[in-house]
């Protein structure tokens, strides 16, 4: 399907090419940062762009995804799930689903694809020093570990509020050697967490690398972070042949910068048969406190890249809020925002209520416990799937799994533990 | 440019044989009704060129004591209207003192940068920093700004290499901004020596005026940068006493200024000569 684009001589039309030169895709993306950065970002570039055409990078990349990560991961049909919406779907509708098993990777969810790559990055450059932000903490795991594996010294920054939240995540990263510095300006949250990792980036530009979580912040981020999270894409289109014998229908995944999602789209972008839902945070709903960025927000600029943002009509940065820690954000991925206004993606908002119960439906009925941002694309999934008739194939990104947010569940099911 | 106030006061500063001495406070710190004594007082105090600060909720290249005035200014309601109300009736009492508004994109592009830069020209306000557009993305709002006559000034770091140097300059005006740390507003200081090579680096490469600024606290480091740079900007050292002060600040932040208008006058034999 992406040959039958290049055959028509549309090639420059590919959604695949992105982004320019500039960093941009379309009015997105872009390199936002201060003077004091500049020279860094130019020079990440220009490395990652020789490290793409090293064939020594990407067979160390790989070889690390096998036998350091447990990739390729499966793909899992989800029987039990499909019969079970199929049960209450009228005559001949209810789409399989399958489920991408990002959650079985080491340190359970998709950020480690990124983090190594990231890490390969820094040695590549001689810095010997990683920053990473992070929200729930998965990230910050993940940029741990791969400091441990790469013997880098390793500084998390991680809101005030959310250290208290994720003591279990803290102590993991202290144990993997990190230094946990927790964040107490503004909402001492995500975002938060990015500005004091952008500040002390800019004061220790000379020795130190910024592993960024998600595919956002000032160019190369997305393009590198997108291309890094594609493995789960290219597996996903090998595995659905192997078991379906063709492309899938649909594919959903979570939203909050969107890395994960990004993903799992872009191998398939040129593929326009594959319809696409990106599940984004709508909280209490998109009325109340939200963090569904295309559906509430507006183009500006933040953390390096212009990109849709909840913000105040002066350009103030509103406060987002999902049950997610990891979707607590009030922007998107640049490519997202792109995807969103040529219409190659829909993005649909999800409830903090409707993830609690796909969370606790899918632990049930198919014994896999989902990260919450993960439960946001089953709960699209429960939705879309009974309306497409019973041959429609759907596959679901499962890119996280839920250990880390039985606490924050239970609260919100009035259980005590 | 707009009767070029900026050029204008460099060049009597130069006349003075003394540096400029620019200060900086965030808009509407502590409250907008508490700011025009305090800008009244940066003048009183012998301020040549004022930076005012546009308050923005993430302001990712500031330190604690710029962020705190930057949350002080929003917890009290200031809104981007207010700003530029302050500022055009500060143009009514002081025709002639340069303003310069220092920011983030995004607060000063949220209504698009054309309504942002016939705004700053309507208000009186004379050059506009931002902090988080470098050159690459200077369409965003350089092309307007210099339309309106305003001046974009830019920002280089002890990380703007001489190769891109050139890329910095270009479209430049009013005054070269050097943040003399690679790091934060308010943090580190930098060394003399290291100030005195980057300015004589920039000297060679612009005829703009070369003001020096991030981590600027007091008169003697003030009067030191004041005898190699054509302007030194204080900024967190002022946004202290606000934050210390409150609505009561207005005369301590008076005499601060004074003492550091006071030291790099002392540089200037005119004022030597007069003092004897």
Redesign the interface.
């Known amino acids: 399907m992406t040959d039958t684009l290049a055959h028509t001589g549309t090639l420059p039309n590919s959604l695949r090419s992105q982004p320019d030169a500039a960093g941009h895709f379309g009015t997105f993306g872009g390199r936002y940062v201060a003077e004091t950065l500049m020279p860094l970002i130019l020079e990440l570039e220009k490395v990652y762009k020789a490290a793409k055409a090293d064939p020594a990078f990407e067979e160390e990349y790989d070889h690390l995804l096998k036998h350091y990560v447990g990739r390729p991961n499966p793909l899992y049909y989800a029987g039990r799930l499909t019969e079970a919406l199929r049960a209450d779907a009228q005559p001949g509708k209810g789409a399989k689903i399958y489920l991408k098993r990002e959650e079985l990777n080491h340190t359970g969810a998709h950020k480690i694809n990124n983090c190594i790559g990231q890490a390969l990055l820094a040695r590549r450059m001689g810095k010997k020093k990683v920053i990473a932000e992070t929200g729930a903490g998965q990230h910050g795991v993940a940029t741990a570990t791969v400091a441990a594996l790469f013997g880098m010294e390793c500084k998390i920054f991680m809101g005030a509020k959310d250290v208290e939240r994720q003591k279990p995540n803290v102590f993991r990263m202290k144990l993997l050697g990190a230094e946990v510095v927790p964040v107490t300006s503004g909402s001492q949250t995500l975002k938060d967490s990015m500005n004091d990792a952008l500040r002390h980036w800019v004061s220790n530009v000379h020795d130190t690398f910024y592993i960024i979580g998600t595919a956002a912040g000032p160019h190369p981020y997305p393009e590198l972070v997108r291309d890094f999270q594609s493995i789960i894409g290219k597996e996903i289109r090998t595995q659905i042949m192997e078991a379906e014998g063709r492309l899938p229908d649909m594919l959903i995944a979570p939203v909050g910068g969107g890395s994960n999602a990004i993903g799992m789209f872009h191998p398939f972008l040129d593929d326009m048969d594959v319809a696409m839902v990106g599940v984004e945070a709508a909280g209490e709903g998109l009325h109340g406190r939200h963090a569904a960025s295309l559906a509430g927000g507006k183009s500006g600029i933040l953390h390096g890249n212009r990109t849709y943002l909840l913000q105040d009509e002066d350009g103030q940065i509103t406060e987002a809020h999902s049950i997610s820690a990891g979707l607590d954000y009030p922007g998107i991925g640049p490519e997202h925002s792109w995807l969103h206004e040529i219409g190659r993606v829909q993005y649909k908002p999800i409830t903090d209520d409707e993830a609690l119960a796909s969370f606790q439906k899918l632990s049930a009925l198919e014994g896999i416990i989902p990260a919450l941002e993960s439960a946001h694309a089953v709960a699209a999934a429960e939705q879309i799937a009974p309306t497409l008739d019973a041959d429609k194939v759907i596959v679901v990104n499962l890119s996280g799994r839920g250990d880390k947010d039985i606490f924050t569940v239970a609260d919100a099911l009035g259980v005590e533990m | 440019m707009t009767g070029d106030r900026l050029s204008a006061r460099f060049a009597a500063c130069k006349a003075q044989q003394r540096a400029a001495l620019i200060t900086f406070v965030t808009a509407g710190d502590p409250t907008v009704a508490d700011a025009p004594a305090i800008l009244d007082a940066l003048v009183a105090g012998g301020a040549d060129i004022i930076e005012l600060g546009m308050p ?6 500031d ?2 004591a710029i ?1 705190l005035a930057n ?1 002080r200014s ?1 917890g009290s309601g200031t ?2 209207k207010d700003i530029f109300d302050l500022a055009a009736a500060f143009r009514q009492r002081h025709p002639d003192t340069p303003l310069v508004l220092m920011g ?8 698009g940068s054309d309504w942002f830069a016939d705004q700053c020209k309507t208000a009186g306000i004379d050059g506009v920093i931002c ?4 050159p ?2 200077d369409g ?1 709002i350089g092309p307007a700004l210099r339309a309106s006559g305003v001046h974009p000034v ?8 001489a190769a ?1 140097l050139p890329a ?1 300059l270009e479209g430049a005006s009013g005054f070269l901004y050097h ?1 003399s ?4 507003t308010g ?2 200081q930098a060394a003399q020596a290291s100030i005195e090579q980057a300015v004589q680096r920039l000297k060679a490469a612009t005829d703009l005026p070369v003001a020096v600024g991030f981590g600027v606290r007091g008169p003697e480091q003030a009067a030191a940068i004041g005898r190699i740079a054509d302007g030194v900007v204080v900024g967190s050292a002022i946004v202290d006493i606000i934050g210390s002060h409150g609505d009561a600040a207005a005369p301590f932040v008076r005499d601060f200024v004074a003492t550091l208008r006071g030291a790099l006058n002392a540089n200037s034999p005119l004022f030597r000569e007069t003092a004897a």
Do not use: S, W
């Not at chain 2, 902090?131 to 470098?134: E, F, T």
């Open positions: 923005f909720t993430d302001p990712m290249a330190g604690p962020e949350l929003l809104r981007t983030y994109a995004n607060t000063m592009l949220a209504r902090v988080d557009i470098p690459e993305e965003e830019r920002l280089a770091t002890p990380t703007t290499d891109r910095v943040v740390v690679a790091g934060i943090k580190q």
